[in-house]
């Protein structure tokens, strides 16, 4: 589910901290730097990077097409490849088999086998494409908020580390409490107070 389905769920989140000026050039950099890479035809099982909201496939950064008046709308993008551990054992056995077969041999050593393993995995792994998963970002960099659109921790836990990486900001997941200690103007008596509270049990 993303910004434009019939249907979402959302983190929201405080930015603290500013960027580098020119702010557009920065962020620019910045989602460049970190793009989704791709993993077809590579050994890699998983990644992770920013990609463009209209094109998530072709990630393309130039012209702030990122900037929607005074909102940055961007995507993160997870690809991952799934390899069944049948489909793994079958071509392990159809190796070993062959290997023993050339050798003349009755058995293969254990770093044999383990050499056997990590080539059949690798050579799967080149050949299966990779699964992506496209998480919608909506930040308005003056208001210092953010929604990240996925409620998955997962998600939101690859998001927040290349977030960091990328910006350099700090970002603070806004819920009742968060946004009450952020935002509420509370004198230090009344922090002291939401501090000390804990969650009420409405079922016996």
Known sequence: MGLLSASISLARYCVEGELSKPILKTLADALKKNAIMEIDNDIAEKTAGWTSFHTPYIPDFSGSSFSIGTYMVFSMRI?????????????????????????????????????????VTNKLLRQIPATPNIYDIVWDYEGRRLMFFSNLKSANEAFETLFS??????????FPYTTAELSAGLSGAELDRLSQLTPTRFNV
Do not use: C, W
């Open 79 to 119: 690809d991952k490849k799934s390899l069944p551990s049948k489909v793994v054992n079958k071509h392990y056995t159809m190796e070993m088999a062959q290997t023993l077969a050339k050798s003349g041999r009755s058995f293969l050593t254990r770093e044999e086998r383990k050499m056997i393993k990590e080539m």
């Open 165 to 174: 990486q990328s910006f350099h900001l700090k970002l603070y997941r806004l």
